[in-house]
């Protein structure tokens, strides 16, 4: 088979792939049931944060879990900020004997978000008497900006998550907070920069609440739910057996908590979703900072591809699981591949239609069918989800705001293209270090993230 031939056969099995994906995960998010809620006094709470120069924000935190969820242990780890975030959280602790401060200098410190929350898992351990019941122990983490639902506890104590004893973790929906913000013109900003942001933020909130929520309601069937870095929740007793197991709960991995649900479901234990609450976090309004971010994710699911030989190995995950699990860790490899095979196939049609008789122009006027399969299987599975968003997050929006919304959610994603290749070129350099993403609220993005009062 020439060369040609093999690109356009191969793209064509991508997109077979895919699509067959989308249909997969959106039937299940389509036809998922509410999930009922359990009684919160039946556990004991605890709450992890991790901080480095967080100022901005974390004392507004410190002050909303506290208020909404007066029961729960506030643990606060303090990666050795050079801000003054350490004696905010002083400060609340000196009045509150339910917030705690877990201290790192450096060396140990500003090793990655998972080295922190071992330490605070050391602590915790420490702290916590020795009679207690660990399996009744759940311990969440939220990010310093982070904002869990008020019926977060109900959630996670109901019966399809921890009053289940062999739920090990469990992950809320994430949405974005600042979705509805509108920046005035503030610091010089342009108003086609303050709309370049707010595009970026509503994006990041159809993303969160469409596809990805989607992914998470096929895994609830497949067994294989993964975990984000905000919202999670995990069983103490669950977090114990990984650390015997493999010498701490979190990993070295960029994408520490997914890969640390591989290892929750390694260790036996089943992870669940939580559709029915959710955590908001600060959407991104800056293409540098959001880039920055993907690729940290990217690269991270590329470390934790090594995982995959333990998955088919393991009697935790079940064959749809451990096929679930593969495509998630393979799509950047399938992404790299798609750059060089989407272009080799539409230059082998275009080429064989210029060699044809009666030339160039006849041959697109002949494949006038391009245009509407570029629409049903480019476009199309992107786009769809703003009907949804729409159904589900924004009734009454017009329809010609969701058609934008639509081709920008297409576009928008294409970002997974530039992501993939800085990922790959991290991973082969052995560039691995951990850039904190910095909240609107720090200075450096004044004009995008003003806010109206």
Request: proline letters at 4%.
């Given at each position: 088979m020439p060369a040609s031939e093999s690109a356009q056969a191969l793209a064509f099995v991508l997109l077979v792939v895919f699509l067959a994906y989308v249909l997969l995960i959106v039937v299940p998010f389509l036809l998922r049931k509410r999930d009922p809620e359990g009684d919160p006094a039946a556990f004991e709470w605890h709450v992890l944060v991790p901080?480095?120069?967080?100022?901005a924000v974390i004392g507004g935190t410190i002050r909303r879990l506290r208020h909404d969820f007066p029961t729960l242990h506030l643990w606060v780890i303090d990666d050795d900020s050079e801000d003054s975030t350490a004696a905010i959280v002083q400060a609340a602790a000196a009045s509150d004997p339910l917030v705690h401060l877990v201290q790192r200098r450096r060396p140990e410190a500003r090793q990655g978000k998972g080295a922190a929350l071992n330490a605070a898992y050391r602590?915790?351990?420490l702290w916590l008497p020795r009679t207690t019941d660990r399996r009744r122990v759940v311990v969440a983490v939220v990010d310093a900006d982070?904002?869990?639902?008020?019926?977060?506890?109900?959630?996670?104590?109901?019966a399809n998550a921890f009053a289940d004893p062999e739920v090990g973790a469990a992950q809320a929906a994430v949405w974005m907070n600042n979705r509805d913000e509108r920046e005035p013109i503030h610091g010089g900003v342009s108003k086609a920069r303050q709309a370049w942001g707010r595009y970026l933020v509503r994006m990041q909130d159809i993303e969160f609440r469409t596809t990805i929520a989607a992914m998470q309601c096929l895994r609830l069937r497949t067994i294989s739910v993964g975990l984000g870095g905000n919202?999670?929740?995990?069983?103490?007793s669950a977090?114990?057996?990984?650390a015997e197991?493999?010498?701490q709960p979190w990993h070295g991995s960029l994408l520490e908590d997914y890969e640390l649900g591989l290892h929750v479901a390694l260790a036996g234990y089943r992870n669940t979703y939580m559709h029915d609450t959710c955590v908001e976090q600060e959407a991104l309004p800056s293409t540098r900072r959001l880039l920055?971010?993907?690729?940290?994710?990217?690269?991270?699911?590329?470390?934790?591809?090594r995982y995959l030989p333990q998955i088919f190995r393991s009697q935790h995950f079940s064959n749809a699981g451990a096929l679930e699990a593969t495509y998630?860790?393979?799509?950047p490899f399938v992404q790299l591949a798609g750059l060089v095979l989407w272009p080799a196939a539409f230059i082998a049609m275009t080429a064989a239609g210029a060699i044809n008789q009666g030339g160039l122009v006849e041959f697109f006027v002949s494949a006038w069918w391009l245009l509407p399969l570029i629409l049903l299987t480019g476009i199309m599975p992107f786009a769809f989800w703003v009907l949804i968003y729409r159904r589900d997050a924004a009734p009454g929006t017009g329809w010609l705001r969701i058609a934008r919304w639509g081709l920008g959610y297409w576009f928008y994603m294409y970002q997974n293209y530039v992501c993939v290749v800085r990922a790959l070129v991290r991973l082969v350099r052995g560039n691995d270090n951990w850039s904190k993403t910095r909240r609107n609220a720090e200075v450096g993005d004044a004009g995008l993230v003003a806010r109206e009062t």
């Amino acid at each position: 088979m020439p060369a040609s031939e093999s690109a356009q056969a191969l793209a064509f099995v991508l997109l077979v792939v895919f699509l067959a994906y989308v249909l997969l995960i959106v039937v299940p998010f389509l036809l998922r049931k509410r999930d009922p809620e359990g009684d919160p006094a039946a556990f004991e709470w605890h709450v992890l944060v991790p901080c480095r120069d967080e100022e901005a924000v974390i004392g507004g935190t410190i002050r909303r879990l506290r208020h909404d969820f007066p029961t729960l242990h506030l643990w606060v780890i303090d990666d050795d900020s050079e801000d003054s975030t350490a004696a905010i959280v002083q400060a609340a602790a000196a009045s509150d004997p339910l917030v705690h401060l877990v201290q790192r200098r450096r060396p140990e410190a500003r090793q990655g978000k998972g080295a922190a929350l071992n330490a605070a898992y050391r602590a915790l351990s420490l702290w916590l008497p020795r009679t207690t019941d660990r399996r009744r122990v759940v311990v969440a983490v939220v990010d310093a900006d982070g904002r869990l639902a008020p019926n977060a506890l109900r959630q996670a104590a109901g019966a399809n998550a921890f009053a289940d004893p062999e739920v090990g973790a469990a992950q809320a929906a994430v949405w974005m907070n600042n979705r509805d913000e509108r920046e005035p013109i503030h610091g010089g900003v342009s108003k086609a920069r303050q709309a370049w942001g707010r595009y970026l933020v509503r994006m990041q909130d159809i993303e969160f609440r469409t596809t990805i929520a989607a992914m998470q309601c096929l895994r609830l069937r497949t067994i294989s739910v993964g975990l984000g870095g905000n919202g999670q929740f995990s069983r103490l007793s669950a977090l114990d057996r990984v650390a015997e197991m493999s010498g701490q709960p979190w990993h070295g991995s960029l994408l520490e908590d997914y890969e640390l649900g591989l290892h929750v479901a390694l260790a036996g234990y089943r992870n669940t979703y939580m559709h029915d609450t959710c955590v908001e976090q600060e959407a991104l309004p800056s293409t540098r900072r959001l880039l920055t971010q993907r690729v940290r994710w990217c690269q991270g699911g590329m470390q934790c591809a090594r995982y995959l030989p333990q998955i088919f190995r393991s009697q935790h995950f079940s064959n749809a699981g451990a096929l679930e699990a593969t495509y998630f860790l393979l799509i950047p490899f399938v992404q790299l591949a798609g750059l060089v095979l989407w272009p080799a196939a539409f230059i082998a049609m275009t080429a064989a239609g210029a060699i044809n008789q009666g030339g160039l122009v006849e041959f697109f006027v002949s494949a006038w069918w391009l245009l509407p399969l570029i629409l049903l299987t480019g476009i199309m599975p992107f786009a769809f989800w703003v009907l949804i968003y729409r159904r589900d997050a924004a009734p009454g929006t017009g329809w010609l705001r969701i058609a934008r919304w639509g081709l920008g959610y297409w576009f928008y994603m294409y970002q997974n293209y530039v992501c993939v290749v800085r990922a790959l070129v991290r991973l082969v350099r052995g560039n691995d270090n951990w850039s904190k993403t910095r909240r609107n609220a720090e200075v450096g993005d004044a004009g995008l993230v003003a806010r109206e009062t």
